[in-house]
């Protein structure tokens, strides 16, 4: 899918989301989804990715599978560069401060997000690199 085709499908997600309370059908069909506002890391831009989550115990946490490529997500850079965020979950929104897992807690996370969401562990299969996971930290009210 070219750059444009998936900006298109993301911004129809978004509008979708917004329109129905925090769900979307077609494939984010039944899945928790969040609304990610990042900043770019090379542009300063603000943009939004649409992510099927993990909501455990109260905290959420983010993949950045890009479907199993061998490369990062944009979105997973901006994080790393800009980890300062705004999510939107249900019909909530708030700020986050972007957490990056690893070792055994990274994989503990990963395995309950694919025995919830398989395709998370095909994703993880067709690639040497090990899918990111990140905690979307709450800031204090």
């Given at each position: 899918?070219?750059k444009?085709a ?5 911004r129809?997600?978004?509008d979708e989301?917004?329109?129905?309370g925090?769900?979307?059908?077609g494939i ?7 609304l990610v506002?990042?900043?770019g890391?090379?542009?300063?831009t ?22 199993g490529?061998d490369?990062?997500?944009d ?12 999510v939107?979950?249900g019909t ?10 690893d070792g055994?807690?990274r994989d ?6 694919v025995?919830l969401e398989?395709?998370?562990?095909d ?5 040497t ?9 709450r800031a204090?009210?």
């Amino acid at each position: 899918m070219d750059k444009q085709a998936f900006d298109e499908m993301n911004r129809q997600v978004i509008d979708e989301f917004r329109s129905n309370g925090g769900t979307a059908g077609g494939i984010f069909e039944g899945k928790p989804l969040v609304l990610v506002h990042h900043i770019g890391a090379k542009s300063g831009t603000e943009r939004i990715a649409p992510l099927v989550a993990l909501l455990d115990d109260g905290r959420v946490y983010v993949f950045a599978s890009k479907g199993g490529s061998d490369t990062h997500p944009d979105w997973y850079h901006n994080l790393v560069a800009n980890p300062v965020v705004t999510v939107e979950l249900g019909t909530e929104t708030y700020r986050a401060t972007a957490r990056f897992l690893d070792g055994a807690e990274r994989d503990e996370i990963y395995a309950k997000h694919v025995a919830l969401e398989p395709q998370f562990g095909d994703y993880q299969r067709k690639t040497t690199r090990v899918i990111p996971v990140v905690e979307l930290v709450r800031a204090a009210a």
